[in-house]
């Protein structure tokens, strides 16, 4: 189906440990987004890609990586998990100026 | 730079009773401007979007939202409330030139709850 799909849905992980979290869209659209959401501060974006191998920074991109080698997936990856890191993460894309972005069902990450 | 502002963090209304969530926005040029929903365990479904070719923006479910811009504003209403529209409500903003209109810019989100 087409779509936007992310995994795992849930995770739980240890501080210092690496965890990557996986984006696939079947859409072709170029643009691919990775957003935190927390309570009282709606979504913050990471960061985003125009295309593969086009990334940039969002408005809180520390602690994370991404990489964006084929059009269709976009991990996210935190290298050495924080209990700041605790959120629930969403993958959207769109095709780009003023279009909607579609979103994924997130993942919910608890860092103990 | 960009912000969204969303008055009210929650909502009551009764079942069939206006809905009315507030959105303003701050913009140097003109923007464009998105309701999503979220429903619980979900991601984000776009609701409605403006993108300058009308004022009053017509979107799924009855919701609607005018902008206006002598106000800055993107109101999201909706003449009856169903059960079914309990849920969290995002007001995004993208700026229409270049560079950095493809990044979205989120407000804090306005819970809805339906009263029977």
């Known amino acids: 189906d087409a779509g936007i799909t992310q995994s795992p849905r849930y995770k739980i992980t240890e501080t210092g440990r690496q965890v990557t979290l996986m984006c696939h869209q079947t859409?072709?659209?170029?643009?691919m987004f990775w957003y935190r959401q927390d309570l009282g501060h709606g979504l913050r974006l990471i960061y985003y890609s125009a295309a593969a191998d086009i990334t940039d920074k969002g408005e809180v991109p520390d602690g994370y990586v991404v990489s964006r080698s084929k059009t269709e997936n976009f991990p996210l990856t935190l290298e050495s998990a924080t209990r700041s890191q605790t959120s629930v993460y969403f993958c959207a894309s769109n095709m780009g100026q003023g279009q909607p972005q579609h979103f994924g069902d997130g993942t919910r990450l608890s860092i103990l | 730079a960009q912000s969204v502002t969303q008055l009210g963090s929650h909502v009551s209304v009764s079942e069939g009773a206006l809905v009315l969530l507030r959105c303003n926005y701050s913009?140097?040029?003109?923007?464009?401007l998105f309701w999503y929903v979220q429903y619980p365990n979900q991601g984000l479904q776009l609701l409605l979007k403006?993108?300058?070719?009308?004022?009053l923006v017509k979107g799924i479910n009855d919701f609607e939202a005018e902008f206006k811009k002598s106000e800055t504003s993107f109101h999201l209403t909706k003449p009856s409330a169903h059960m079914s529209d309990a849920a969290e409500y995002f007001c995004?903003?993208?700026?229409?030139?270049?560079?950095?209109?493809?990044?979205?810019?989120f407000g804090s989100g306005t819970q809805l709850t339906v009263l029977p």
């Open positions: 859409w072709s659209h170029s643009y």
């Open positions: 995004a903003v993208s700026l229409i030139s270049s560079g950095s209109a493809r990044q979205l810019t």
């Open positions: 913009s140097s040029v003109p923007p464009y």
């Open positions: 403006y993108t300058s070719a009308a004022t």
